[in-house]
């Protein structure tokens, strides 16, 4: 099942992630969350949420969003790195991170 990520920072400023297959079950999903747990931490990310609660969207659009357009275009490692965290936990054939709306659509 191929797979796609689209991040955008705005018009004109979107990043079009193909991914080939990739396993998307539990392991892959709980090594997601740890690798988003690393670079929420190592960026700094602070999200106020109502509920004290860190879900994994907002973990998604924090570390979009404290990377910043550069990581993503001057890093295709960790930009592919981010992709596949992401399928891991979303488990979507295409995903989109606004980050710009502090969003997700599928």
């Given at each position: 099942m191929?797979?796609?990520v689209?991040?955008?920072?705005?018009?004109?400023?979107e990043?079009?992630?193909?991914l080939?297959?990739?396993?998307?079950?539990?392991?892959a999903?709980?090594?997601?969350?740890?690798?988003f747990g690393?670079?929420?931490e190592?960026?700094e990310?602070?999200?106020?949420?109502?509920?004290?609660?860190?879900?994994?969207?907002?973990r998604?659009?924090?570390?979009?969003?404290?990377a910043?357009?550069?990581?993503?275009?001057?890093?295709p490692?960790?930009?592919?790195q981010?992709?596949?965290?992401t399928?891991?936990?979303l488990?979507?054939?295409?995903?989109?991170?606004?980050?710009?709306?502090?969003s997700?659509?599928?």
């Amino acid at each position: 099942m191929q797979h796609q990520v689209i991040v955008s920072f705005g018009k004109d400023q979107e990043f079009d992630i193909k991914l080939g297959n990739i396993e998307v079950g539990g392991g892959a999903a709980e090594e997601a969350r740890r690798w988003f747990g690393r670079e929420y931490e190592a960026l700094e990310c602070d999200v106020a949420t109502p509920t004290g609660k860190i879900l994994a969207v907002d973990r998604i659009l924090s570390v979009a969003k404290y990377a910043g357009e550069t990581r993503f275009r001057d890093n295709p490692e960790w930009t592919q790195q981010f992709a596949r965290s992401t399928v891991a936990i979303l488990g979507r054939e295409l995903i989109n991170v606004d980050v710009v709306n502090y969003s997700i659509g599928y």
